[in-house]
C-alpha cells in the first residue's frame, strides 16, 4: 500500500492536505466562541476579505454549499425564484438545496460552451409581475466555471443588464482565484458587479474547509441568521479562519503552478494520443472511450493515480501535485493499452 501523500490524486483540487506553514498558523490560532462573534481570528479573516474584495461585511462558513445556500436565502423570499446555468454547482451538485431548503425556485438556463449565460435568456427568463408567476429575484453565475474563465466584459454586461431589471446578483466563486490570476486582474475587478460572492478557501488555495461569503451589511446579517438554522455556527472556529489567512497569503500567485501543470498534463496526454480540451485553469478533461473507463481506472489506481474516470475525464491539478507527479500521471495514460487514442 502505498502512503496516501505518494498517491497523484486528480480527483479535485479538494484533496489537498494543509501544509507545515498552514498547520503552524493554525496551532497558533487565537481562539473564541465564533457563534457569540468572540473568535479574533475568524474576525480577522472576515474584515480582510470584506476589505479584499470591496464589501461592507463577509462571513466564514464551513463550506461552499452552505456559504451559497445562505446567499440565495439572503436574496431570495420563499416563492422567489433564481435564474441560474444548467452546469451551475448551485443548480446541479448541491442536491437542489435552494428548493429543498430555501424554498426558492431555480429556473436553470441553457449555459453556452464559454459557461456564460446569454443575455437574450436571462432577459426571456424574468417573469413580469403576475399571480401565476413566481418572483424572479436574483440571477446566479459562477467563475471559474467547470474550470472555465468568464469574460470580464460579459460580466459587466449580464450583472449590469440584471441590476437594470430589478435583479439581484450572485457569484459562486468557489474558485474566483483561480480566474483572479489567470485574467490577471484585481480582486475588486474579478467581483465587481456582483451583491455577494461566495470564495471556497479548501479549494485551489489549499485550506482544509472553509468558505467566505462577501456582501452588504445587512445582506451578511441575514446569511448569518441562515448560517445558524443550517447548522453552520462553528465555536472555536479560528483554527479553520487561520488556514484560510494563511491560504490567502501564501497560496494565492501559486494558483498560476496549477495552471501551467495543467497545460504541461492536456500537452503531454495529447501526444500520448488523446483527444484533450485546452484548459484554462487548473482542470483538464480528456476524452475517454467508454469501454475503457473502468479498465483504465484501475490501471492508474495500480500506478498509484487517483481519477474519476468517465467518457469526459476531469484531471485537476493543485498544490498536492508537482512536475514530477504530473510526469507519472502522462506515463500511466501512455502505457495504457487502450481504445481512446485519436484517429
Ligand atoms: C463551483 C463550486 N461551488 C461550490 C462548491 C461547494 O463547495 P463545498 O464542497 O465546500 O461545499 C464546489 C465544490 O466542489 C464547487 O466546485
Request: net charge neutral.
Amino acid at each position: 500500500m502505498r502512503a496516501i501523500t505518494e498517491l497523484a490524486d486528480l480527483r479535485s483540487d479538494t484533496v489537498t492536505r494543509p501544509t507545515a506553514g498552514m498547520r503552524a498558523a493554525m496551532a497558533e490560532a487565537e481562539l473564541g466562541d465564533d457563534v457569540y462573534g468572540d473568535d479574533p481570528t475568524v474576525n480577522r479573516l472576515q474584515a480582510t476579505c470584506a476589505e479584499t474584495f470591496g464589501f461592507e461585511a463577509a462571513l466564514f462558513f464551513p463550506s461552499g454549499t452552505q456559504s451559497n445556500l445562505a446567499a440565495l436565502m439572503a436574496h431570495c423570499a420563499r416563492g422567489d425564484e433564481y435564474l441560474v446555468g444548467q452546469e451551475a454547482h448551485t443548480y446541479k451538485y448541491e442536491q437542489g438545496g435552494a428548493a429543498v431548503l430555501g424554498s426558492i425556485q431555480p429556473q436553470p438556463l441553457q449555459n453556452d460552451p464559454d459557461g456564460a449565460i446569454p443575455l437574450d435568456l436571462v432577459a426571456a427568463a424574468i417573469k413580469p409581475p403576475d399571480i401565476h408567476f413566481a418572483r424572479t429575484r436574483l440571477l446566479a453565475l459562477e467563475n471559474t466555471i467547470g474550470g472555465r474563465v468568464l469574460a470580464p466584459e460579459y460580466q459587466r454586461q449580464v450583472t449590469r443588464f440584471a441590476h437594470a431589471k430589478g435583479l439581484a446578483t450572485h457569484l459562486d466563486g468557489a474558485r474566483i482565484f483561480n480566474a483572479i490570476v489567470k485574467l490577471n486582474v484585481s480582486v475588486q475587478e474579478a467581483a465587481s458587479g456582483f451583491d455577494s460572492v461566495s470564495v471556497c478557501l479548501s479549494k485551489g488555495l489549499g485550506a482544509p474547509a472553509g468558505s467566505i461569503l462577501v456582501g452588504s451589511k445587512p445582506l451578511i446579517d441575514d446569511a448569518r441568521r441562515w448560517r445558524k438554522v443550517l447548522g453552520g455556527g462553528m465555536r472555536q472556529a479560528g483554527i479553520l479562519a487561520a488556514a484560510g489567512l494563511y491560504a490567502l497569503q501564501n497560496h494565492v500567485a501559486r494558483l498560476a503552478e496549477d495552471h501551467d501543470n495543467a497545460e504541461y498534463l492536456a500537452q503531454g496526454l495529447r501526444a500520448a494520443g488523446y483527444v484533450v480540451a485546452a484548459p484554462q485553469t487548473n482542470m483538464v478533461y480528456v476524452e475517454i472511450a467508454a469501454e475503457d473507463a473502468g479498465v483504465l481506472s484501475n490501471h492508474l489506481h495500480r500506478c498509484g493515480i487517483l481519477a474519476t474516470v468517465a467518457p469526459r475525464t476531469r484531471l485537476v491539478t493543485h498544490l498536492d501535485l508537482n512536475r514530477s507527479k504530473i510526469d507519472a500521471v502522462i506515463a500511466a495514460f501512455r502505457e495504457f493499452p487502450r481504445q481512446s487514442k485519436a484517429g
